[in-house]
T-cell receptor, first 111, second 115 residues
Framework: DVKVTQSSRYLVKRTGEKVFLECVQD?????MFWYRQDPGLGLRLIYF???????EKGDIPEGYSVSREKKERFSLILESASTNQTSMYLC??????????FGSGTQLSVL | AQKVTQAQTEISVVEKEDVTLDCVYE???????LFWYKQPPSGELVFLIR??????QNEISGRYSWNFQKSTSSFNFTITASQVVDSAVYFC????????????FGKGTLLTVNP
């Protein structure tokens, strides 16, 4: 079975801190995604990557950046965390046009 | 642009009732894929089904069935004889051919099945 692992289930950070959310997949998938899930808003795409070092902005990239130095790892970076970035962050991976496999999510609280 | 609308924010049923979750999509592409995902209280999204735009056959998997109608741009999901374990948030999603990588999700429907 495909495994998508997010490094932390819960994370608490201070405003202004630099935050790294890590995601690793073990199925050699080309595509990896970062979503944000908020009540009433569903899942919104922050960034996705279709290959190593390749990335594209999703619907809400402001305040975020990403890094994909290796195929299996896709990192989401909050350069200077703000309270409005408190949310559930979901990482996913897939082969092209195939189904997404999701990690279990990271609930980030920014105080 | 692609869009997915799940008009039902919350649905509550009693166990053994049938329930249908609606999904309406918009895309200009002729090639696209539709998905349903389930998110139980544990939080991890679970894949349920993928359907491509050229396959309009309805599908049944146990108590689950899906009705894909291109004429109305809908991909509805029915649970027959619902059970408490079906309680979850259900998301419909669209991946259209013009944007090979991007999957657009609806806002989800919270289904609560009461004993």
């Amino acid at each position: 079975d495909v495994k998508v692992t997010q490094s932390s289930r819960y994370l608490v950070k201070r405003t202004g801190e630099k935050v790294f959310l890590e995601c690793v997949q073990d199925m050699d998938h080309e595509n990896m995604f970062w979503y944000r899930q908020d009540p009433g808003l569903g899942l919104r795409l922050i960034y996705f990557s279709y290959d190593v070092k390749m990335k594209e902005k999703g619907d809400i990239p402001e305040g975020y950046s990403v890094s994909r130095e290796k195929k299996e790892r896709f990192s989401l970076i909050l350069e200077s965390a703000s309270t409005n970035q408190t949310s559930m962050y979901l990482c996913a991976s897939r082969a092209t046009n195939e189904k997404l496999f999701f990690g279990s999510g990271t609930q980030l609280s920014v105080l | 642009a692609q869009k997915v609308t799940q008009a039902q924010t919350e649905i509550s049923v009693v166990e053994k009732e049938d329930v249908t979750l609606d999904c309406v999509y918009e895309t200009r592409d002729t090639t696209y894929y539709l998905f349903w995902y389930k998110q139980p209280p544990s939080g991890e999204l679970v894949f349920l089904i993928r359907r491509n735009s050229f396959d309009e056959q309805n599908e049944i998997s146990g108590r689950y069935s899906w009705n894909f109608q291109k004429s109305t741009s809908s991909f509805n999901f029915t649970i027959t004889a619902s059970q408490v374990v079906d309680s979850a948030v259900y998301f419909c999603a669209l991946n259209s051919g013009g944007s090979n990588y991007k999957l657009t999700f609806g806002k989800g429907t919270l289904l609560t099945v009461n004993p």
